[in-house]
């Protein structure tokens, strides 16, 4: 069965970094594209960032806002992915979300992100 499992959320404050992980069970990352999600209080779900191909051909992707602030990476000896995020500002709250796997893709449950004086 294959699962995902997100963790490093936490409280932080305006300007504060926080690493986030996506762990894969039952399946090689480096196979499938890696997406992170986020979906803010009263919001719909959005895209953040993807990392698609294998290690030597990677391509990363990052929606406008996050620009030069995350960075994704992944590491295929902990079937992992990270989502590194910097200067984080309140309209970063929101739960993360990944995305990953065989068609269809498996979601995990998420993990909060607070950004709070």
């Known amino acids: 069965q294959v699962k995902v499992v997100e963790s490093g959320g936490s409280v932080v404050q305006p300007g504060g970094s926080l690493r986030l992980s996506c762990a894969a069970s039952?399946?090689?990352?480096?196979?499938?594209?890696v997406g992170w999600f986020r979906q803010a209080p009263g919001k719909e779900r959005e895209p953040v960032s993807c990392?698609?191909?294998?290690?030597?051909?990677?391509?990363?992707y990052y929606t406008d806002s996050v620009k030069g602030r995350f960075t994704i990476s992944r590491d295929n000896a902990k079937n992992t992915v990270a989502l590194q995020m910097s200067s984080l500002g309140l309209d970063d709250t929101a739960v993360y979300y990944c995305?990953?796997?065989?068609?269809?893709?498996?979601w995990g449950q998420g993990t909060q992100v607070i950004v709070s004086p």
């Open positions: 990392i698609i191909g294998r290690t030597g051909d990677t391509e990363t």
């Open positions: 039952n399946f090689l990352v480096e196979y499938f594209a």
């Open positions: 995305a990953t796997g065989p068609v269809p893709a498996s």
